[in-house]
């Protein structure tokens, strides 16, 4: 069983935003990402002025990604 579920980082425990369907001491793996995108945690970094809905394709599309640079 694999669950997404929005938690709270606070004094050194994550607390979940609801009740979790998890037996009391149950043994889990947990993975930990961001709850923003990489267009949004970067926002603000270039002085754009333009369309934010072009800079966001630009950023997202893989035509522009650090692996097409030559």
Same mark, same amino acid.
Do not use: C
């Given at each position: 069983?694999?669950?997404?579920?929005?938690?709270?980082? /606070?004094? %050194? =425990?994550?607390?979940?935003? +609801?009740?979790?369907?998890? +037996? !009391?001491? /149950?043994?889990?793996? =947990? $993975?930990? !990402?961001?709850?923003?995108?990489?267009?949004?945690?970067?926002? %603000?970094?270039?002085?754009? $002025? %333009?369309?934010?809905?072009?800079?966001?394709?630009?950023? !997202?599309?893989? !035509?522009? %990604?650090?692996?097409?640079?030559?």
């Amino acid at each position: 069983m694999s669950l997404t579920f929005d938690a709270v980082y /606070e004094n %050194g =425990v994550l607390k979940p935003a +609801q009740a979790l369907p998890l +037996q !009391e001491h /149950e043994k889990v793996r =947990v $993975t930990i !990402e961001p709850g923003l995108t990489w267009t949004e945690r970067t926002a %603000g970094m270039l002085k754009w $002025t %333009g369309d934010p809905e072009v800079l966001r394709r630009i950023a !997202e599309d893989d !035509e522009f %990604g650090i692996l097409e640079s030559p």
